[in-house]
């Protein structure tokens, strides 16, 4: 299948989504939604593969939002509608069993801070920048920003981003906790996909039960989250990963994760 707003690569393990759309630093439109969908339909149909990457193609964006040339005129149903499409792709970002990083390589504004928060985590260029500045277009986030930002740094730093529309660097980003680690721009991708390579060589039954504790349970109370991830362990523990994890230790050797999904 061939994508026009993205560039869609599987290489092995290691599937990547490269935002797309250079003459408008790759904001998200429709059409966007849909081909991201699509290449993600493919993630989820390939066994072999085990960690996603989001990037975006060139060196000036990740993605700067969702596309206002796109919104100008759009009626409140249509604007509704936008928006929850592209709500519904962030839950399935959190939702697919895999890992997914975000390579923030330039600015993630908008809809861009958006989708990365909704990977898993975040690995940015020092040249990079943050911010959900709707505000100053007279909207608000629509991705989910106002919701998963608060969540991840709080409320009070979520609503001064939100209300002053501050775009702010790479490294004030991590010191927030939006960002994970922040590279030189010509190391960044070296060492996401070094990140990738390791992730990769986990089992995909722990790591389908990791990802969805930590985000199911981070909704719940504690208890409940405990519970669930009672359950997820009780998974794994009869897992041909745990034989082959714990047999591995056991006999002093690095073990080699064969396991699949039920
Ligand atoms: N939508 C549509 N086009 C965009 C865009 C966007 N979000 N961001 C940039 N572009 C376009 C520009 O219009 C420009 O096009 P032309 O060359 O045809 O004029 C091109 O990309 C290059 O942009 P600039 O000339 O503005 O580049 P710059 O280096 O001077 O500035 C920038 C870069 C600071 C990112 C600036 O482009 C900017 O502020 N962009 C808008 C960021 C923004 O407001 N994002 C939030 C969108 S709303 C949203 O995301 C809602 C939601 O949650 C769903």
Same mark, same amino acid.
């Given at each position: 299948?061939?994508? =026009?707003?993205?560039?869609?690569?599987?290489?092995?393990? *290691?599937? @990547? %989504?490269?935002?797309?759309?250079?003459? +408008? $630093?790759?904001?998200?439109?429709?059409?966007?939604?849909?081909?991201?969908?699509?290449?993600?339909?493919?993630?989820?149909?390939?066994?072999?593969?085990?960690?996603?990457?989001?990037?975006?193609?060139?060196?000036?964006?990740?993605?700067?939002?969702?596309?206002?040339?796109?919104?100008?005129?759009?009626?409140?149903?249509?604007?509704?509608?936008?928006?929850?499409?592209?709500? =519904?792709?962030?839950?399935?970002?959190?939702?697919?069993? *895999?890992? @997914? %990083?975000?390579?923030?390589?330039?600015? +993630? $504004?908008?809809?861009?801070?958006?989708?990365?928060?909704?990977?898993?985590?975040?690995?940015?260029?020092?040249?990079?920048?943050?911010?959900?500045?709707?505000?100053?277009?007279?909207?608000?986030?629509?991705?989910?920003?106002?919701?998963?930002?608060?969540?991840?740094?709080?409320?009070?730093?979520?609503?001064?981003?939100?209300?002053?529309?501050?775009?702010?660097?790479?490294? =004030?980003?991590?010191?927030?906790?939006?960002?994970?680690?922040?590279?030189?721009?010509?190391?960044?991708?070296?060492?996401?996909?070094?990140?990738?390579?390791?992730?990769?060589?986990?089992?995909?039954?722990?790591?389908?039960?990791?990802?969805?504790?930590?985000?199911?349970?981070?909704?719940?109370?504690?208890?409940?989250?405990?519970?669930?991830?009672?359950?997820?362990?009780?998974?794994?523990?009869?897992?041909?990963?745990?034989?082959?994890?714990?047999?591995?230790?056991?006999?002093?050797?690095?073990? =080699?994760?064969?396991?699949?999904?039920?």
């Amino acid at each position: 299948m061939s994508f =026009e707003n993205i560039i869609f690569e599987i290489d092995g393990a *290691i599937a @990547v %989504i490269r935002f797309n759309r250079p003459k +408008a $630093l790759n904001a998200i439109n429709p059409d966007v939604l849909k081909e991201v969908n699509q290449a993600m339909d493919q993630v989820e149909a390939n066994s072999g593969v085990k960690v996603l990457i989001l990037t975006g193609e060139g060196d000036k964006a990740f993605v700067a939002g969702a596309d206002i040339a796109h919104m100008v005129n759009l009626t409140p149903l249509q604007g509704r509608k936008f928006s929850r499409d592209g709500q =519904e792709l962030m839950f399935r970002l959190e939702a697919l069993p *895999i890992p @997914v %990083i975000a390579c923030v390589n330039g600015f +993630a $504004l908008g809809g861009g801070t958006e989708i990365a928060m909704a990977c898993d985590f975040i690995y940015a260029s020092e040249n990079a920048k943050f911010g959900q500045p709707e505000i100053n277009l007279g909207i608000i986030p629509g991705f989910g920003g106002t919701q998963r930002l608060a969540r991840l740094v709080g409320k009070a730093m979520a609503r001064e981003l939100c209300m002053t529309g501050a775009m702010i660097s790479a490294a =004030e980003a991590k010191e927030i906790g939006l960002v994970n680690k922040v590279f030189p721009p010509d190391q960044l991708w070296e060492e996401t996909m070094k990140t990738a390579r390791v992730l990769a060589s986990k089992g995909k039954v722990s790591m389908k039960a990791a990802k969805q504790c930590i985000n199911r349970g981070y909704e719940v109370d504690l208890r409940s989250g405990c519970y669930m991830e009672a359950d997820g362990f009780a998974v794994c523990i009869t897992s041909p990963d745990q034989k082959e994890g714990m047999s591995a230790f056991l006999e002093k050797r690095k073990p =080699e994760f064969k396991g699949e999904l039920s």
